[in-house]
């Protein structure tokens, strides 16, 4: 697919879902993000673009965002959506799970727990199948992140991306979404808490082609000095709340304030996917600043999955 501005008739992805951040190329990215920059400037132009198409939601975790971004996102576009909550596959196995859904819907959209529930999803199904969060990626929110970077600077080249905190899901999928685009992301970890390796080398292998790098440091100063975007989420992930006493005296360190916020370039954004935790993660006064960019980020989840779905659902 070329890069360049949304065609009429809209390009559709050459792969079936979005298990993960690699599963788009560089060049459906780019065209993704063009097409979400015009969904949100004339969303009445794509009002009846999925009409008759049904999206089937299955959530084995709590949502406000992802839940209501993609229920509006497909409504918007003349379309409807089901919704479930629960394990998947606890009743009955995920791959008949998947032949059901199939025979109703045009699309799955899971958020697991586990990695391996959206893929055994995508292996069974002939629909698409969109991962809204999982242990390992969150390539929505990715996506609505590397949109809210392009709409403040214009391009991702050459920016400096801070990640200060867990080496998470959404962690590894800003990594790869944003390294790809050219920028330099810096993750800042405690001892233990590091992105997944094998995450981190595919991230570095996508920087090395966009000519941009991925470092991992213990040290939250050396990834927010001179960034242009610092970024943090919780640091107790859903699943892991059992951990959290321990995380807290782990993360002690890694909050994002205002001195260290200080240490970012000037004009510099901050960023969070929420929900937050103030006095954790991010000091109140941070989060409510000028500079921050969390409800653009929130917005920009409605008009990216836009996109996403208009590429996906035939
Ligand atoms: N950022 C995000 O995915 O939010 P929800 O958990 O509310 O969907
Ligand atoms: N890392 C967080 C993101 C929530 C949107 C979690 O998985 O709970």
């Known amino acids: 697919m070329q890069a360049g501005a949304p065609a009429d008739p809209i390009l559709k992805m050459s792969g079936q879902d979005l298990t993960c951040d690699l599963d788009l190329s560089h060049d459906e990215v780019n065209y993704l993000l063009d097409l979400a920059d015009a969904v949100k400037a ?7 673009a999925l009409a008759g198409r049904t999206l089937s939601l299955l959530f084995e975790k709590p949502s406000l965002r992802t839940r209501l971004t993609f229920e509006l996102a497909i409504k918007q576009l003349g379309g409807d959506s089901v919704f479930s909550s629960g394990m998947i596959g606890e009743r009955e196995p995920i791959k008949d799970v998947a032949r059901n859904l199939e025979r109703w819907t045009n699309c799955i959209v899971a958020r697991t727990f ?25 390539p929505c929110q990715a996506l609505a992140d590397v949109m809210t970077l392009r709409e403040r600077f214009g391009s991702l080249r050459g920016l400096k991306v801070a990640f200060v905190g867990d080496g998470n899901n959404v962690a590894h999928s800003l990594m790869l979404s944003a390294a790809r685009l050219g920028a330099d992301v810096v993750v800042a970890s405690p001892p233990g808490y590091a992105p997944n390796p094998d995450v981190v080398g595919q991230a570095q292998g996508l920087a090395a082609a966009a000519g941009s790098t991925v470092t991992i440091t213990t040290v939250p100063e050396e990834a927010v000095t001179g960034a242009n975007a610092v970024y943090t989420d919780v640091w107790t992930s859903m699943g892991s709340e059992n951990e959290a ?31 937050a935790h103030r006095g954790e993660e991010v000091t109140d006064a941070v989060i409510e600043s000028q500079q921050s960019v969390v409800f653009d980020q929130a917005e920009n989840r409605l008009h990216a999955q836009k996109a996403l779905l208009l590429m996906m659902i035939d």
């Open 114 to 138: 586990s990695q391996e529930t959206v893929m055994e999803l995508a292996r069974w199904s002939k629909i698409p199948v969109i991962n809204a969060l999982s242990d390992l990626y969150h």
């Open 245 to 275: 006493e321990r995380r807290r005296k782990a993360f002690c360190g890694y909050q994002v304030d205002e001195k260290l916020f200080s240490l970012a370039a000037p004009g510099a954004v901050f960023m969070h996917c929420l929900p």
């Open 42 to 48: 004339a969303p009445r132009r794509f009002a009846s």
